[in-house]
Nanobody, 118 residues
């Protein structure tokens, strides 16, 4: 099992920044990719950003240029730096980890709420 614990969410005003963290523990071997997803009220969960073990990143169009995903392999932590936050960024943000191949598996954190409001 892999355990993911998000932190860093909270209330932030539009235009400000927030940094989310995802601590990874448990059976952390052979994680091929990690990412951040979000789910706003009344909407489906959507991709925010992903990063592979090789360092390749991918971002959803709404956050390109504003969000940055990174990872600290030594600390088994994934970050999401969110700048220029907008009201539409309000959502529960979930950390995700994937193992590909024969023992393919996907893991999710419980989420951290980000509220962008004035």
């Amino acid at each position: 099992q892999v355990q993911l614990v998000e932190s860093g969410g909270g209330l932030v005003h539009p235009g400000n920044s927030l940094r989310l963290s995802c601590a990874v523990s448990g059976s952390t071997f052979s994680i091929n990719a990690m990412g951040w997803y979000r789910q706003a009220p009344g909407k489906q969960r959507e991709l925010v950003a992903t990063i592979t073990s090789g360092g390749s990143t991918n971002y959803a169009d709404p956050v390109k240029g504003r969000f940055t995903i990174s990872r600290d392999n030594a600390e088994n932590t994934v970050y999401l730096q969110m700048n220029s936050l907008k009201r539409e960024d309000t959502a529960v943000y979930y950390c995700n980890a994937q193992r590909w191949g024969y023992y393919a598996m996907e893991y999710w954190g419980k989420g951290t709420l980000v509220t962008v409001s004035s």
